[in-house]
């Protein structure tokens, strides 16, 4: 016996027997499918799980979101901000943790709890949020409702290169949302308008054109026509050198602004030197 005619369990543990003139609450617990039909997925009790109703629809309706960019224009978005950030913590050292890189994975938090996580796997780029106010509570909740986990790449790189970014008090990660690329496309669980909602559109800079991007940190960090150059040398400099370092003369302009604060710069430059 499979879930061909299955029966619908309510939050209320009560047995339902499916009635397809009634359309079902969006908190009723379903029977899914694991492997989708369409992908070679059978109708055996190994193949599937309970979610909500709401959860099921959502996650076989995946919305193509972001079309108008793509993983290397994120990820050229990536690296300027974190450019821009390693020349001016010199003069905000307090924001020394708002960015970091961590090997290929890009970090980001703002100030009112919301934290992102860019991971540039080889083949799959993987983008998680995790407000604080709003969110999504334990690795199997999370891969059931944020995921395709038809996709076996996805849930590896979400589990090892994701989650540990994004653990709470009960050492259990929690996300609030969660988009990745597929066949040049980018994929969510939720559109795009609740994305940006959800998670305080903290992702907005890295959505911008190059040239709003540019913009935004240069208001951002009050930085002067002076340093938006040196930070536009530094990036051109990065995208083109396999070995790229500060210079000794880089060094010596980021004493000049900055002072003994200058140590903040070169610890930040340290991480964008993979």
Same mark, same amino acid.
């Given at each position: ?12 543990y ?11 609450a ?8 694991i ?15 309970i979610v ?16 108008f ?10 690296l300027?901000?974190?450019?821009a ?6 003069k ?15 970090l ?12 540039f ?12 106010k ?11 409702? %944020?995921?395709?986990?038809?996709? #076996? *790449? $996805?849930? @590896?790189?979400?589990?090892s290169?994701?989650? !540990? =970014?994004?653990?709470l ?7 609030t ?8 496309a980018? %994929?969510?669980?939720?559109?795009? #308008? *609740? $994305?940006m @909602? ?6 907005? !800079? =890295? ?19 002076e ?21 000794d ?17 070169e ?8």
């Amino acid at each position: 016996m499979g879930i061909k005619d299955l029966t619908i369990v309510s939050p209320g543990y009560e047995l339902i027997r499916f009635n397809p003139q009634v359309t079902p609450a969006p908190d009723e617990w379903q029977f899914e499918h694991i492997i989708p039909k369409d992908k070679g997925g059978t109708n055996s009790f190994s193949n599937c799980q309970i979610v909500s109703r709401k959860f099921n629809r959502q996650k076989y309706n995946m919305n193509t979101i972001f079309s108008f960019t793509n993983r290397n224009e994120i990820y050229k978005k990536c690296l300027y901000a974190s450019i821009a950030h390693a020349v001016m913590v010199g003069k905000y050292y307090l924001l020394s943790e708002e960015i970091s890189w961590d090997g290929c994975n890009y970090l980001i938090q703002n100030m009112a709890g919301v934290k992102a996580v860019f991971a540039f796997a080889e083949k799959l780029l993987v983008c998680a949020v995790q407000n604080e106010k709003d969110f999504i509570g334990g690795e199997k909740n999370i891969t059931k409702t %944020l995921l395709d986990t038809s996709k #076996k *790449e $996805l849930i @590896e790189v979400a589990e090892s290169e994701i989650f !540990p =970014y994004f653990l709470l008090d009960d050492e259990e990660a929690s996300v609030t949302a969660v988009f990745w690329e597929s066949n040049d496309a980018f %994929l969510s669980c939720i559109d795009e #308008k *609740e $994305l940006m @909602e959800k998670t305080d559109n903290i992702l907005l !800079p =890295y959505l911008y054109e190059m040239e709003d991007c540019i913009k935004y940190w240069k208001n951002y960090y009050e930085a002067s026509d002076e340093q938006m150059d040196f930070i536009h040398s530094l990036f051109d400099r990065r995208i083109n050198e396999s070995n790229f370092s500060l210079s000794d003369s880089d060094l010596q302009k980021l004493k000049f602004w900055f002072g003994d604060n200058a140590n903040y710069c070169e610890e930040a430059f340290q991480e964008i030197f993979f």
